[in-house]
């Protein structure tokens, strides 16, 4: 049979350029949404973030593979199997920025990523952590990934299915909790006690551990041999989008995990079952999918 090589999509893009300061051929294909230039590979869906435009450059923000074993680190150290970057094209002519930045933005907005996010923090749950947990963890990957996103700090209990009952849904993409399981069963109880509690409640939900329990978190990273950290939970939120609840060619980068309410109460979900008993209503949480 001999020796053959296997067949990759035929570049849309090609041209010289600067790479962090070295010039360079690059290429970018569309169907694979890959990035490649003298030894590197980078691929658009599983590893950048973001992109800016920035005079002459357009910054990539990426996460990439590093040698070591561990988790990942948001403040910018090696610390696991994958750590942030940033990777700086100067294109050589305005045209070439144009059609680069064009391709690349149309690219990660086909992937459907949330991009306005209501995210509830915890400061007195757990260990009192959450809000050092989404300065350090979350909110640098957020901001790599472009997301707009706005903090409501819990102040008291059921502050937050206080906010949940009145928020303008309309308004984002998801809510996230930086917190243990009981602001999640806030916001959940919240979102069904409101009179379009039927739509509400299809609002997707995030949660990012920060509290005492955080068995919801665990469970989903868990189902994806991810450990529980809140980088990883994270980055399952930002990965979102056009693939919310659905599979896709047996892969998913992103999807949800939909719960009967039946079985909420084996999930510290119990008042749920008091508010919606008879209910066929769903509820939906992120997690990173898997092959």
């Known amino acids: 049979m001999g020796n053959t090589k296997p067949i990759t999509a035929a570049p849309?893009?090609?041209?010289?350029?600067?790479?962090?300061?070295?010039?360079?051929?690059?290429?970018?294909?569309?169907?694979?949404?890959?990035?490649?230039?003298?030894?590197?590979?980078?691929?658009?869906?599983?590893?950048?973030?973001?992109i800016t435009v920035e005079g002459s450059k357009i910054k990539i923000r990426a996460i990439k593979e590093n040698d070591?074993?561990?988790?990942?680190?948001?403040?910018?150290?090696?610390v696991g199997t994958v750590r942030r970057r940033s990777y700086n094209?100067?294109?050589l002519t305005e045209d070439s920025l144009r059609i680069w930045s064009q391709k690349l933005?149309?690219?990660?907005?086909?992937?459907?990523?949330?991009?306005?996010?209501?995210?509830?923090?915890?400061?007195?749950g757990g260990k009192r952590s959450a809000s050092k947990i989404f300065i350090?963890?979350?909110?640098?990957?957020?901001?790599?990934?472009?997301?707009?996103?706005?903090?409501?700090?819990?102040?008291?209990?059921?502050?937050?299915?206080?906010?949940?009952?009145?928020?303008?849904?309309?308004?984002?993409?998801g809510v996230v909790c930086v917190s243990g399981d009981g602001i999640l069963v806030e916001v959940v109880n919240g979102l069904l006690e409101r009179e379009d509690w039927d739509s509400a409640?299809?609002?997707?939900?995030?949660?990012?551990?920060?509290?005492t329990g955080n068995g919801m978190a665990k469970s989903l990273l868990d189902a994806v041999g991810l450990p529980c950290t809140a980088s990883n939970a994270t980055?399952?939120?930002?990965?979102?989008?056009?693939l919310l609840g659905f599979w896709k060619k047996k892969t998913c980068s992103f999807c949800m995990v939909k719960f009967?309410?039946?079985?909420?109460?084996?999930?510290?979900?119990?008042?749920?079952?008091?508010?919606?008993?008879?209910?066929?209503?769903?509820?939906?949480?992120?997690?990173?999918g898997a092959e």
Not at 68 to 78: F, M
Not at 235 to 242: P, S, V
Request: aromatic share 8%.
């Open 136 to 173: 350090d963890s979350v909110k640098p990957l957020l901001d790599d990934a472009n997301i707009d996103y706005t903090v409501q700090e819990t102040k008291y209990q059921l502050h937050a299915k206080e906010v949940a009952k009145s928020l303008d849904i309309l308004r984002y993409d």
């Open 235 to 242: 980055l399952a939120i930002i990965r979102g989008g056009e």
């Open 105 to 124: 933005h149309e690219f990660i907005d086909s992937l459907g990523r949330p991009k306005r996010l209501f995210v509830f923090v915890n400061p007195y």
């Open 12 to 50: 849309v893009l090609s041209d010289r350029v600067r790479v962090n300061g070295v010039e360079t051929a690059v290429t970018f294909t569309a169907e694979e949404g890959i990035l490649r230039w003298r030894e590197n590979c980078l691929s658009i869906e599983k590893e950048v973030l973001g």
């Open 89 to 91: 094209l100067e294109m």
């Open 260 to 288: 009967q309410l039946l079985f909420l109460s084996q999930l510290r979900l119990r008042s749920f079952v008091s508010c919606r008993a008879q209910a066929s209503t769903r509820c939906s949480y992120y997690y990173t």
């Open 68 to 78: 070591g074993g561990g988790i990942i680190c948001c403040g910018g150290n090696t």
């Open 201 to 211: 409640i299809k609002m997707p939900l995030g949660v990012v551990p920060a509290g």
